[in-house]
């Protein structure tokens, strides 16, 4: 069975990074696309970033470009969200979604539970 597990949230102080991390099973890990959404109270899931199969293209919405960073490392089966110069607005709960593909073995989208981000002084 497909599991996304989130981890490395908590309490940070505004100006300060965190990473996070989802580990992933239950499919082969190599072959698809996974992305980051984050929900914050009152408001829904946003897309955070995207990054492919392969590692080399990678998307960001434009409210964390430049300060978060989408990387894999197939070796541990891991997607890793770096988030520098946080900032309160970026408290949110955060997922790791792997984006399903129609005629393959995994053809529907599977969501993590999710992690808890607070950025506050």
């Known amino acids: 069975q497909v599991q996304l597990v989130e981890s490395g949230g908590g309490l940070v102080q505004p100006g300060g990074s965190l990473t996070l991390s989802c580990a992933a099973s239950?499919?082969?890990?190599?072959?698809?696309?996974l992305s980051w959404y984050r929900q914050a109270l009152g408001k829904g899931r946003e897309l955070v970033g995207t990054?492919?199969?392969?590692?080399?293209?990678?998307n960001f919405a434009d409210s964390v470009k430049g300060r978060f960073t989408i990387s894999r490392d197939h070796t541990k089966n891991t997607v890793y969200l770096q988030m520098n110069s946080l900032k309160p607005e970026d408290t949110a709960v955060y997922y790791c979604?792997?984006?399903?593909?129609?005629?393959?073995?995994?053809?529907?989208?599977?969501w993590g539970q999710g992690t808890q981000v607070t950025v506050s002084s």
């Open positions: 239950g499919f082969t890990f190599s072959t698809y696309s």
């Open positions: 979604v792997v984006l399903g593909v129609p005629s393959t073995s995994l053809p529907y989208d599977y």
């Open positions: 990054i492919t199969s392969t590692g080399s293209s990678t």
